[in-house]
Every structure is written in C-alpha cells, then in structure tokens.
C-alpha cells in the first residue's frame, strides 16, 4: 500500500465573514489563536451495514487529541473549495479514493461549537480497509449509529467538539428524510 502524503506543517486558511465570504487569509495558529472564522469539512462514512466509521484523533494533534471525530474531516486550504476538500481528506486521512463524491448533507454555521468552523457535512458510503494517516489517527472503528448516539449520551468528552453538534443534526437529517421517503 502507498505511503500517506506529509501533511502541511503551516498551513493557510481563508478567514470568512458571517456569511461565509472570504476578507482574507490567515495561518492556521493564528486563525485558532484569534477565533477568526473559517472553513472546514466532515465526511461521515457508512458501511453497507449502515455502520459508521469514527477516527480516534492522534495524540499529537493540536485540537482534540486522542478524541473520536467524523470518519475523515479537516480545513479548507486557502482557496479551496467545499467539495474538493471532502475528496482531499478521505484520501489524505482514510488514503481512500471516492469513486463518486462524497454527498453533500447540510451545513452547521459558525459557532464555538464548531471552533468558529463553517461546516459543510457530507456523506458517502465505503467497506475498506483503509489507509489510516498515521499523523493524523491512532485508530478507527465502525460504529451502529445506536451506540455512537449512547456513547455520545454517556462520554461527551471522548469525542472532538463539534462532533455532538455534527452527530445531532445529521440524525434530525437523517430522521426527515427517512419520512419524506427520499434518501438521497
């Protein structure tokens, strides 16, 4: 198997405003440092089971260390694009190439739940194995939607912060368009 890409050690955002219109750029410590608004993407992977995959945060990370997140998620490079990023970091994350893009679901605005993250979630579904980025994840599992709703009930603190929020509105997604009968 290939060896996962180097991740960026400084890399550059987009600051965004409350609208989500780029009025610059900054590097990333200092985006976090100052709260500055941003982009970034959650990919939540399902299996033909209907499982989820969740990645355990590497304890070398600067957010979140060592604490469960989406199947792959990450910033927007500066001049990125939503979607292009969603394919970028199932490859540089899970080393998966999607045969189709990823599906784009809904998105969470800026908040401090998301760290002042605009946030597009997507969907797609894959079985594995995967090639999971060493720098980035220690580990990863597939997971029934049941028991990541109970574990989120029980250990709110294991998972990355915005990963309730995410989890809680893709359920009310998921929950709408089961009775809408689409399930796109």
């Known amino acids: 198997m290939p060896t996962p890409e180097p991740i960026p050690a400084e890399e550059t955002f987009d600051v965004v405003n409350e609208r989500d219109e780029v009025i610059g750029q900054a590097a990333r410590a200092e985006v976090h440092r100052r709260g500055l608004r941003h982009r970034a993407v959650h990919v939540l992977v399902f299996n033909q089971q209907g499982e989820l995959f969740l990645q355990k945060r590497s304890r070398t990370k600067d957010c979140?260390?060592?604490?469960?997140?989406?199947?792959?998620?990450?910033?927007?490079?500066?001049?990125?694009?939503?979607?292009?990023?969603?394919?970028?970091?199932?490859?540089?994350?899970?080393?998966?190439?999607?045969?189709?893009?990823?599906?784009?679901?809904?998105?969470?605005?800026a908040?401090?739940?998301?760290?002042?993250?605009?946030?597009w979630v997507y969907r797609c579904q894959a079985e594995g194995p995967f090639l999971?980025?060493?720098?980035?994840?220690?580990?990863?599992?597939?997971?029934?939607?049941?028991?990541?709703?109970?574990?989120?009930?029980?250990?709110?603190?294991?998972?990355?912060?915005?990963?309730?929020?995410?989890?809680?509105?893709?359920?009310?997604?998921?929950?709408?368009?089961?009775?809408?009968g689409a399930r796109g």
Not at 64 to 70: L, N
Not at 75 to 93: I, T
Not at 111 to 119: I, R, S, W
């Open 64 to 109: 979140f260390p060592g604490a469960w997140d989406s199947s792959a998620s990450g910033h927007l490079a500066a001049g990125e694009g939503y979607d292009a990023c969603a394919v970028r970091e199932l490859e540089e994350e899970l080393g998966w190439r999607a045969r189709v893009p990823p599906e784009r679901l809904f998105k969470i605005e």
């Open 111 to 119: 908040c401090a739940a998301t760290g002042q993250e605009f946030v």
């Open 132 to 180: 999971l980025h060493p720098e980035e994840i220690e580990t990863g599992g597939w997971f029934a939607p049941e028991a990541v709703s109970d574990r989120l009930r029980r250990e709110p603190r294991e998972f990355a912060g915005s990963v309730p929020l995410i989890w809680s509105r893709w359920l009310a997604w998921e929950q709408a368009h089961r009775r809408g």
